[in-house]
């Protein structure tokens, strides 16, 4: 038996055998999957109608480039082959790209968007909108896709009320339109409220069921709203621009579709926080309201009229009982030097009348006849007033008595002394 070699031995001879015989090749065909990465190379896989082979151009080639490569170009690589013995893979290592004329499912895409866009099918102003709440969804994908799978979890996360209905269909291949107009028609037959046509990334070819006109078409005519997620982000499909909504891929058209559920219960616990803020609100303006009405009735009852009339008669009250007081402390501050010196001149009359009344007291006393004892003492009366001698003319009748008897006399004789 023949020695075995390792599978190493037998990529690094594969690889001296290529890369020495394929030195420099000159290779027609279109261009796809073309990645310009952050390093400055450009990846690519260079394809005809039978075959396809990866290349790739390093940066240095690749900045001497007078146009940038696109999907679908029909191009002229010239370069060598090269081997990656650690897969077992080999490239094409562009040293130069020429265009050769322009690719063919490129140049069919354009005419077919051009033709589209003259009949009216991506007009803004027909496409439908989408319901803010769907019950009813509709899934036109492989049922065997990953793409599938990823929609059911994206929706199940944001929006689970919703039911998803699977249409499998075809979705790469001579057959995949055809299976896609059948899957988006039976679809549009029922009740749901949107339609989402999707399938997972891939080249040109691998998405060119959903370039074809008869899917437009179909898209196009449905009652139902549909959503194109088709591929990735960077592809733009046919379907993408008659749908009345295009998703980058088929989990990012669930999210734009389905509502969350967290965030309606964080808006539901926000209106009602907002709810319960507002009744507190208009609860206390209810109240203030209602103290305010309150308060004007008791204001304005009959009850508080008549206490008010009561403290203005209590306060007119305390008004005069100061102001009497007020008159009666200051008339009592004029009159206190009055009565003080009406009390000292009637102290003093009462002194000069109890002094007078002593005095004539005294001369009465020395005037009583019964007191007058004397010899030769008598005292003069005229018509019963007591006189002196010097009040008697001649032939005025008189009596003179003392303490024992009284006399009657008239004169007759006066004699001056």
């Known amino acids: 038996m023949q020695q075995a070699i390792t599978v190493s031995t037998l990529n690094e001879q594969i690889k001296g055998l290529l890369e020495s015989t394929f030195v420099r090749v000159y290779v027609e065909g279109e ?135 699977v249409y499998d269909t075809i979705v790469q291949g001579e057959y995949a339109a055809p299976s896609i107009v059948n899957a988006i028609q039976a679809a549009d037959s029922q009740d749901f409220d949107i339609i989402v046509v999707s399938r997972g990334g891939g080249s040109m070819e691998d998405l060119w069921g959903f370039n074809e006109e008869i899917v437009a078409n179909a898209i196009f005519h449905a009652r139902t709203p549909v959503v194109s997620a088709v591929g990735h982000e960077i592809d733009w499909l046919i379907s993408d621009f008659v749908a009345d909504l295009r998703a980058p891929t088929p989990s990012a058209a669930m999210q734009m579709i389905l509502p969350d559920q967290n965030e309606l219960l964080q808006t539901i616990d926000i209106l009602g926080q907002q709810f319960t803020q507002s ?83 005294q001369a009465l006393q020395a005037q009583d006849p019964k007191q007058k004892s004397r010899k030769g003492y008598a005292q003069i009366a005229k018509e019963g007033k007591v006189i002196d001698l010097s009040a008697l003319d001649i032939g005025d009748s008189f009596e003179a008595m003392d303490s024992s008897r009284s006399v009657t006399a008239v004169v007759e004789n006066i004699t001056k002394f």
């Open 279 to 361: 009744l507190q609100q208009k609860l206390y303006s209810a109240g203030e309201k209602l103290s305010h009405l309150k308060n004007s009735y008791e204001r304005h009852s009959i009850e508080q009229r008549i206490k008010n009339r009561l403290e203005e008669i209590a306060q007119l009250s305390a008004r005069f009982d100061q102001s009497i007081n007020f008159v009666t402390e200051n008339a009592a501050r004029k009159l206190a030097p009055v009565a003080e010196n009406l009390a000292r001149q009637a102290n003093s009359n009462l002194i000069q009348n109890r002094n007078r009344l002593s005095t004539l007291l």
């Open 31 to 165: 261009l796809s999957r073309i990645t310009h990465h952050n390093s400055g190379h450009i990846y690519f896989t260079l394809k005809d109608a039978g075959s396809a082979v990866s290349g790739v151009m390093f940066r240095g080639n690749a900045s001497k480039l007078k146009f940038r490569l696109e999907e679908g170009l029909k191009v002229i690589v010239e370069g060598a082959v090269t081997v990656y013995t650690p897969r077992g893979s080999y490239q094409i290592n562009a040293f130069n790209i020429e265009p050769a004329g322009h690719g063919a499912l490129a140049l069919a895409f354009e005419q077919l968007k051009a033709k589209l866009s003259a009949q009216g099918y991506f007009d803004p102003a027909i496409k439908k909108a989408m319901p803010k709440f769907p019950k009813r969804i509709a899934l036109v994908t492989s049922a065997t896709g990953a793409a599938l799978q990823d929609m059911q979890r994206v929706a199940a996360q944001r929006w689970p009320l919703a039911q998803l209905f």
